[in-house]
């Protein structure tokens, strides 16, 4: 068999996680072996498909021979330009998400599938806002896009949903989709602070480059939007999911109206979807016991699915790390190199 060169666009939490997941299971690149990293400070880094241990001694290499330091942050356009004409497999990006419109990274996929090379994301934007053209470019050069790790983590979600159940329909779900917010929320439900709770969850690596994007709903948003785009196959948009932002403010209307109930609840953030009603909500909700994401904490994620074919449905990762999002891509990788292309 032969390996994948891999090049890989972002060198941050997850790329750099990636690269230690690799170093323990393919020390020797049998199967993957990077040929060149790019990042906005880093610029392009060709590295001459070296394995995983290497790649941070070949970066400082690289670093250590270019004459001067360069500090202005790399042109996307320049890094678009080298994935058009350099030798390489599969591209994994794994940069920030920008919900704008996704760019530069959409860009950088919409390249690599136009060449034919197969792509892999961690990144939600790209997938929430265009996956429906990322597809199309795919099916006409015969190149794969795969996006585990865009929601749960390394949770097989939709390689559950695509490769071991028959074309099922999702008619509901309930979820809780943002490990940041989840932290918070913990800390919150414990008369701890917002603060508190969102050093904690960055200080996992969990947060976006942006934590705002977290606590205002637009993460779970754009997950509830891959969901629906890419296993119920709608085209909804990301401006369709209500969202209500997680403030200590918010955190208090929702907890004192549950208590003037009497009720004993836990405060969680919550994404909803009825696709018999087109309706697609991220809000706080105040939770009873026997509700099944009652007892989803810290960074865990759990989605309780109602499906046509399929009564109720229960997945749930305990408390992802930046690994099992690296496992998540790793996944997709080794599904690529064991699938044939067409
Ligand atoms: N962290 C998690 O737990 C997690 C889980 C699932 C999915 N994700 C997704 O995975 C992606 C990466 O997350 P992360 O936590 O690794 O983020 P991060 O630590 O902020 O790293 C982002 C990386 O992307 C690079 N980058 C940013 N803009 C770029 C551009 N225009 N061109 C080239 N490189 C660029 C950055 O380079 P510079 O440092 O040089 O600017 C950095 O290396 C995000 O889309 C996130 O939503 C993250």
Not at 93 to 106: C, I, K, M
Not at 198 to 219: R, W, Y
């Amino acid at each position: 068999m032969q390996n994948s060169r891999i090049v890989l666009i972002g060198h941050g939490n997850v790329g750099t996680a990636l690269v230690r997941l690799l170093s323990e299971i393919d020390p020797k690149g049998r199967r993957f072996v990077f040929s060149g990293i790019a990042t906005r400070k880093l610029g392009i880094i060709e590295l001459g498909n070296v394995p995983a241990p290497e790649v941070d001694s070949a970066i400082h290499r690289v670093l250590a021979e270019r004459r001067t330091r360069d500090l202005k942050q790399t042109d996307p356009k320049e890094i678009i330009h080298w994935l058009e004409t350099w030798e390489y497999d599969v591209l994994v990006e794994v940069t920030d998400s920008n919900y704008t419109d996704a760019e530069p990274a959409l860009s950088y996929l919409k390249t690599a599938l136009r060449r034919g090379k197969d792509a892999v994301t961690a990144n939600k934007a790209p997938i929430a806002i265009a996956l429906k053209d990322l597809r199309t470019i795919a099916a006409r050069t015969g190149a794969r896009i795969r996006f585990e790790s865009t929601v749960m983590d390394g949770t097989p979600l939709f390689s559950l949903f695509t490769e071991s159940m028959p074309p099922v329909r999702i008619r509901r779900m309930r979820g809780i989709l943002n490990s940041t917010s989840n932290i918070v929320l913990d800390f919150l439900n414990q008369n701890r602070s917002l603060k508190e709770g969102l050093a904690k969850a960055k200080s996992l690596g969990l947060t976006e480059s942006d934590p705002m994007l977290d606590l205002n709903g637009f993460d779970a948003a754009a997950k509830l939007t891959i969901i629906a785009n890419a296993i119920n196959d709608a085209d909804i948009k990301m401006s369709q999911v209500m969202t209500q932002p997680l403030t200590e403010q918010n955190f208090a209307a929702v907890r004192s109206l549950s208590a003037s109930k009497g009720r004993d609840t836990i405060i969680r953030q919550v994404a909803v979807a009825d696709f018999d009603k087109n309706f697609y909500r991220v809000s706080l909700e105040a939770l009873k016991q026997d509700d099944p994401l009652y007892s989803c904490n810290g960074s865990s994620n759990m989605i309780a699915f109602s499906l046509d074919l399929f009564t109720e449905l229960i997945i749930a990762s305990r408390n992802p790390t930046l690994r099992d999002t690296a496992f998540g891509i790793y996944s997709d990788l080794m599904h690529l190199q064991h699938t044939v292309k067409r």
